[in-house]
């Protein structure tokens, strides 16, 4: 079965830094999808930037980017010149095909220090 | 584009009665929606596929005559908890996707279900 794995419940960063938040998955497929989504405090879900795992250019989205490293199944999200408003949980979440449902990383909740 | 609808935002019943949650994709049609269930401070952990035309699929655990899905249209699919126990409070979010092989899924915005 699909995992993911984030191994930060918790992260800060100082406003206008970059932060890094990790992510790992597990799967024996070739072909997917992962995925960054935001929850702020008004629980509304957010997808913050996508990967195709055919695709080896990393994904990028305004200040976000990722780092796909397929190999080691591992999907980082930077993010850059953070924001008071990037303060929120992130999940990393993985996706077999098209119309598969959508697995969820158990999140990293990021603080956002002014 | 690509907006989900989702109703009520929040809910509160009496123990024992039932709740019906509706999910709607506005300006597309979604022949799959998700439903998921969130803990405070969790993950989303996904409940059931709802599948439009036929039943549902549902996560191991879930028990399918509490939670019934109703997908009957295109664009609309219902989640109802039926007798409803204090254990059953939680957060309720769906999600679907239109015919796009790239799209990430869109969510409602949740429905907070508290019963007392």
């Known amino acids: 079965a699909q995992t993911v794995t984030q191994s930060q419940p918790e992260m800060s960063v100082q406003e206008a830094e970059t932060v890094t938040l990790s992510c790992t998955y597990d799967?024996?497929?070739?072909?997917?999808?992962l995925f960054w989504y935001k929850q702020p405090p008004s629980r509304q879900m957010i997808l913050v930037i996508r990967q195709e795992a055919y695709k080896q250019q990393n994904a990028t989205e305004n200040r976000f980017s990722v780092n796909f490293q397929k190999a080691a199944k591992s999907f980082s999200l930077k993010i850059s010149d953070s924001q008071l408003g990037d303060a929120a949980m992130y999940f990393c979440a993985y996706k077999k095909t098209s119309y598969d449902k959508v697995i969820f990383g158990p999140g990293t909740s990021l603080s956002v220090i002014p | 584009g690509a907006v989900v609808s989702q109703h009520p935002s929040r809910v509160i019943c009496k123990s024992g009665t039932s709740v019906k949650i509706e999910c709607r994709s506005l300006?597309?049609?979604?022949?799959?929606m998700f439903w998921y269930r969130q803990f405070p401070k969790k993950s989303l952990m996904l409940m059931a596929t709802?599948?439009?035309?036929?039943?549902?699929?549902?996560e191991q655990g879930v028990e399918k005559d509490k939670f019934l899905i109703n997908h009957a249209s295109l664009t609309l699919s219902t989640l109802t908890v039926t007798s409803a126990h204090p254990e059953d409070s939680s957060f309720y979010i769906c999600?679907?996707?239109?015919?796009?092989?790239?799209?990430?899924?869109?969510f409602g915005s949740g429905t907070r279900l508290t019963v007392v």
């Open positions: 709802s599948n439009e035309g036929s039943k549902a699929t549902y």
């Open positions: 300006d597309f049609q979604a022949t799959t």
């Open positions: 799967t024996s497929e070739s072909d997917y999808y």
């Open positions: 999600s679907a996707s239109p015919r796009d092989r790239e799209a990430g899924y869109t």
